[in-house]
């Protein structure tokens, strides 16, 4: 189980080494922190209504601007 203190969660090392995405940690969180899937929600609700943009939209983003550098 995850073990949070204030507003860090501690996800076991094997967890993290045998992630492959950033889809694994989410599904591992919310299979060992229920309350965490109200917050995943409210973050694709955040993307979806364009409020929040993706980690490949950055990457997106700047690999432009480093070419027009």
């Known amino acids: 189980m995850a073990k949070k203190t204030k507003d860090v969660i501690e996800i076991p090392a094997d967890v993290w080494a045998g992630a492959t995405s950033l889809e694994d940690l989410e599904n591992w969180l919310i299979a060992h922190e229920p309350e965490s899937i109200a917050a995943l929600t409210e973050a694709r609700d955040q993307h ?3 409020e929040l943009i ?3 939209e950055i990457r997106a983003r700047l690999a432009a ?3 027009k550098a």
């Open 48 to 50: 979806l209504r364009g």
């Open 54 to 56: 993706s980690l490949e």
């Open 65 to 67: 601007r480093a070419a």
